[in-house]
């Protein structure tokens, strides 16, 4: 009742049925905006911790992406699908990839995106290249920068750069199972759950601020295979969700590094 009363205070709204889980066989129901929708109705509590909220800001335009990847780029379409829903407050502009041929960048031509190929093995150092993207991504006025299947790690001066502004996803719950083989390492430690996490990236690899989580079980039987595509899956929902927080501006990275909360007063 106070959500509907907090979203009636800012436009029309009514109660059409309930949530209950999804059957099998039966139609999904897909509603739109649900998440700009349920932030409008966030109450404010000005003393609430998590982070300084005191220069998020929200966003009336479209937040402009830059993608970086490294191979086929399932996460790349799942954003690339976001983009597209008229509610998506946030386009892609540039796609670069540090390989040449790879799947990502087809599916980018394929939606009409510009690409850019910067091979790290043409630079002589890891800050060379670092500086070659950044200036790709300042010639496309890059926002907000998006971490796909990236399989290079970001030095020290781009990362402090552009602080706040970069995202990345990570197939675990972090702060468990950090770093590489996390699917092997979920199996070996036998959890009974794992997911995604989808962060803002830091200095220290797999530590920046956590945005969004899903979890996925893990079942009796599973491999790394098996395991790995139901969590891409859930990466699939996340990220494009993280992108809307962000874009929305209903959260940003505080300058004490945790996330911080746009909250709105209640009447």
């Known amino acids: 009742a106070d959500v509907l009363g907090n979203v009636q205070s800012r436009c029309e709204a ?12 039966c139609e999904r129901v897909a509603i739109k905006n649900l998440m700009k929708t349920l932030h409008l109705s966030q109450p404010v ?9 005191s220069h998020c800001q929200g966003q009336t335009r479209k937040m402009r ?25 946030a386009e892609i502009v540039i796609v670069i990839s540090n390989k040449t041929g790879v799947e990502g960048l087809k599916k980018s031509t394929r939606a009409g995106i510009p690409t850019r190929v910067i091979d790290h093995k043409l630079f002589g150092s890891r800050s060379e290249f670092d500086n070659t993207v ?9 926002e907000l ?30 702060p468990s199972f950090k770093g590489v083989n996390a699917h092997k390492q979920v199996l070996q430690a036998g959890v009974q759950v794992t997911g995604c996490t989808v962060h803002f990236v830091a200095e220290e690899v797999d530590a920046g601020a956590i945005i969004v ?12 295979e098996t395991l790995s595509e139901r969590v891409k899956e859930a990466e699939h929902v996340a990220y494009p969700a993280a992108i809307h927080l962000v874009a929305s ?18 009447n």
């Open 134 to 142: 950044d200036q790709v991504l300042q010639e496309y006025s890059v």
């Open 65 to 89: 992406l830059g993608v970086l990847i490294s191979g086929t780029g399932t996460n790349l379409q799942a954003i690339i699908e976001h983009t597209k829903d008229p509610a998506s407050l």
């Open 14 to 25: 009514w109660i059409i049925g309930t949530v209950v889980p999804h059957k099998a066989g």
């Open 45 to 53: 509590d000005e003393n609430a911790g998590g982070g300084d909220v």
């Open 213 to 224: 989580q899903k979890v996925v079980p893990v079942k009796v039987g599973d491999t790394e």
């Open 145 to 174: 920068i998006c971490l796909a299947g990236f399989m290079r790690i970001l030095s020290g001066p781009f990362v402090k750069k552009w602080n706040g502004k970069v995202l990345n996803v990570h197939p675990s719950l972090l």
């Open 249 to 266: 501006g209903a959260l940003c990275l505080g300058e004490d590094g945790k996330i911080g909360w746009k909250v709105r007063k209640s």
